[in-house]
């Protein structure tokens, strides 16, 4: 009789087989995700430069590039039309353009319109690597309301600590706006005498879910309900603009508005001439606030970021 004396894995051998598959794996990983971020982070890089060159186009148009938001008639700023809202058409969302009722603010009950069109979140402001843009609250009737949409691009309006960034308010210090999109602003390229190459125009933001500002007590009842229970986040029909004071990827809250990003290490931002760089989150303060200022003088040559 002929015996099979043919022996299989032992347990030993398996556990080797499985650890040497694992360590693989754990080597792998890493690759595949910082694949995945360099598409992500070029995908934010081409929506920059489509914003940049929309920017450019609202400038070859009206001579100007677009205020950080608008005016009303009786004088009223607060919720009017953000410089994010103007650049509609040349973001190829002319039909929404051209559905907005301009003549009011937004959540105006004259137009109920605008209500529903203010809460289409739109693919040109999400940046890939931060989580999906959604709703967020700005109506302050206490209901909780998630009633607009978020984005994470905003105009850097100063380098100065001004209550989200809105710098460039009649009641404040013009001074204060020292960035090239602000308040009421009516920049020209020429107006940049800094050089358009080396000065900031837009960059990345991102409120966390946990924000301590929903939390505060001003908010709540009137804004956020009894419970905190809204999100905040910077939204691109109104209000939209950051500061650089507190560098970037720090711990600013949302009523501090900082520069804010989910790229490791940094986060890109729109120049004054349309191109998009990466600036390394260690940047020195000094260089980053020279890069803010449209006329301070400043000399940049590039090598300090």
Same mark, same amino acid.
């Given at each position: 009789?002929?015996?099979?004396?043919?022996?299989?894995?032992?347990?030993?051998?398996?556990?080797?087989?499985?650890?040497?598959?694992?360590?693989?794996?754990?080597?792998?990983? &890493?690759?595949?995700?910082?694949?995945?971020?360099?598409?992500?982070?070029?995908?934010?890089?081409?929506?920059?430069?489509?914003?940049?060159?929309?920017?450019?186009?609202?400038?070859?148009?009206?001579? =100007?590039?677009?205020?950080?938001?608008?005016?009303?008639?009786?004088?009223?700023?607060?919720?009017?039309?953000?410089?994010?809202?103007?650049?509609?058409?040349?973001?190829?969302?002319?039909?929404?353009?051209?559905?907005?009722?301009?003549? @009011?603010?937004?959540?105006?009950?004259?137009? &109920?319109?605008?209500?529903?069109? =203010?809460?289409?979140?739109?693919?040109?402001?999400?940046?890939?690597?931060?989580?999906?843009?959604?709703? @967020?609250?700005?109506?302050?009737?206490?209901?909780?309301?998630?009633?607009?949409?978020?984005?994470?691009? +905003?105009?850097? +309006?100063?380098?100065?600590?001004?209550?989200?960034?809105?710098?460039?308010?009649?009641?404040?210090?013009?001074?204060?706006?020292?960035? =090239?999109?602000?308040?009421?602003?009516?920049?020209?390229?020429?107006?940049?005498?800094?050089?358009? +190459?080396?000065?900031?125009? =837009?960059?990345?933001?991102?409120?966390?879910?946990?924000?301590?500002?929903?939390?505060?007590?001003?908010?709540?009842?009137?804004?956020?309900?009894?419970?905190?229970?809204?999100?905040?986040?910077?939204?691109?029909?109104?209000?939209?603009?950051?500061?650089?004071?507190?560098?970037?990827?720090?711990?600013?809250?949302?009523?501090?508005?900082?520069?804010?990003?989910?790229?490791?290490?940094?986060?890109?931002?729109?120049?004054?001439?349309?191109?998009?760089?990466?600036?390394?989150?260690?940047?020195?303060?000094?260089?980053?606030?020279?890069?803010?200022?449209?006329?301070?003088?400043?000399?940049?040559?590039?090598?300090?970021?």
């Amino acid at each position: 009789m002929c015996r099979n004396n043919r022996a299989g894995f032992t347990l030993v051998e398996l556990l080797v087989v499985i650890a040497i598959i694992a360590i693989l794996i754990a080597l792998l990983l &890493p690759a595949v995700q910082a694949a995945r971020e360099a598409a992500r982070r070029t995908q934010c890089n081409n929506n920059l430069k489509q914003i940049g060159l929309a920017l450019h186009n609202y400038h070859a148009m009206y001579g =100007v590039f677009p205020p950080g938001w608008g005016w009303r008639a009786d004088g009223n700023h607060h919720n009017s039309w953000a410089w994010s809202a103007k650049i509609l058409p040349y973001i190829e969302q002319g039909g929404l353009n051209d559905a907005i009722d301009y003549s @009011v603010e937004y959540h105006n009950p004259n137009a &109920p319109q605008n209500h529903a069109l =203010v809460k289409q979140l739109l693919p040109v402001y999400q940046c890939p690597t931060a989580p999906k843009n959604v709703l @967020v609250t700005c109506s302050n009737d206490g209901d909780n309301h998630e009633d607009i949409a978020e984005t994470n691009y +905003s105009a850097i +309006s100063t380098h100065l600590q001004v209550f989200r960034a809105w710098a460039g308010e009649p009641d404040t210090d013009e001074s204060e706006a020292t960035g =090239v999109i602000y308040g009421h602003s009516t920049t020209t390229v020429g107006d940049i005498f800094d050089g358009s +190459s080396n000065t900031l125009m =837009v960059g990345e933001t991102d409120t966390s879910e946990d924000d301590p500002t929903r939390f505060n007590p001003i908010y709540f009842p009137r804004w956020c309900g009894p419970n905190g229970a809204c999100r905040f986040g910077k939204f691109w029909p109104a209000l939209n603009l950051i500061t650089t004071a507190f560098g970037i990827n720090s711990d600013a809250n949302f009523e501090e508005s900082g520069v804010h990003s989910l790229h490791p290490g940094g986060a890109q931002f729109v120049f004054g001439d349309g191109h998009v760089s990466f600036i390394g989150e260690t940047i020195d303060q000094a260089t980053l606030e020279a890069l803010t200022t449209r006329k301070w003088g400043e000399v940049n040559d590039g090598t300090g970021y």
